[in-house]
């Protein structure tokens, strides 16, 4: 008898940037608290924007190509994908998303067994500095799932280990009234043919298929891919390329208050657009998704 599955929680979102510098204004801009700078031992690193669920986004930028091209030479999957999204798709996009593991070396097996290993593991330590300036060694194994068919997006289980929670902290609090991530948006022409790797991504085997696309939840969010009609119905979004593949698209945030984060964005000559009920910020440099917020109900 197969044990029944848990869906997993989302961790973060990984969103090549051109400089991070660039990165924060963007966010600040957007009303968000972005964390001090922290640099990876292959070469990348980031300025993260933490959320009281538990999730977090992570722009990333090249910090010294070198030390990246070698890890990647050495086998390193995180900035061999990262190299390879940059060269097809620039500096400014959204290229993973990752959900959270209890234990990455089962996760990694997983995805062997099941034809969908995006290489070998990686594990790494690094130093994190927290809002009263004290640091924390915090170390990471990471189990990467790709498709071939998608060559612009992966995934993978990360298993956090010494990790401080950033959670209720100051690093949570954000002008915006964001509180967490709800949805991750992709996009795919017939998107029940990345079904099989949504599901096992998200250790999630119910699927609630629509004439737009589908959805697989998460623990406290949803990973939904659309098709054409679907983007321009949910996103109001046209793509005549017709090109196939997953591709990332959205982030949908929950806010505490549409209309305060409306006032916000206009003070900050942010360009904003609605549909339906969630208003949408498009992509700008530092800002590689489009960005969607809905009120909590």
Do not use: W
């Not at 922290?38 to 959320?51: L, M, S, W």
């Not at 790797?197 to 699927?207: G, H, K, M, P, S």
């Amino acid at each position: 008898m197969t044990s029944p599955r848990t869906a997993r929680p989302l961790d973060h979102l990984v969103l090549p940037v051109e400089d991070l510098e660039s990165t924060r204004t963007r966010h600040t801009a957007l009303g968000f608290t972005v964390a001090a700078e922290a640099h990876h031992p292959f070469g990348t690193e980031n300025a993260c924007v933490f959320f009281d669920d538990g999730t977090y986004l992570e722009p990333l930028a090249i910090a010294s190509r070198e030390d990246c091209e070698e890890a990647a030479r050495q086998g390193n999957v995180f900035v061999a994908r990262d190299q390879a999204y940059r060269f097809r798709n620039g500096d400014n996009g959204f290229s993973a998303f990752v959900v959270g593991s209890s234990d990455a070396d089962a996760d990694h097996a997983r995805f062997v067994e099941l034809g969908m290993s995006g290489g070998d593991m990686l594990g790494f330590s690094r130093l994190m500095r927290m809002p009263d300036g004290t640091e924390h060694e915090a170390s990471f194994k990471l189990a990467f799932a790709a498709d071939l068919r998608a060559p612009d997006m992966f995934g993978f289980a990360v298993e956090r280990i010494n990790v401080p929670t950033a959670g209720h902290s100051a690093l949570s609090t954000h002008a915006n009234g964001v509180i967490g991530i709800s949805e991750v948006v992709l996009s795919e022409p017939n998107p029940t043919d990345f079904q099989y790797f949504i599901q096992e991504l998200c250790d999630n085997r119910e699927v609630d298929a629509n004439s737009f696309g589908m959805t697989i939840e998460l623990q406290q969010a949803s990973v939904t891919v659309l098709n054409n009609a679907g983007l321009e119905a949910y996103l109001g979004l046209t793509d005549p390329s017709r090109a196939r593949g997953l591709r990332t698209r959205a982030v949908v945030y929950r806010v505490t208050s549409l209309v305060t984060i409306t006032e916000f964005l206009h003070e900050n000559d942010v360009t904003v657009r609605q549909v339906g009920a969630r208003l949408m910020v498009d992509p700008a440099p530092g800002q590689g998704a489009i960005y969607c917020f809905e009120e909590v109900r």
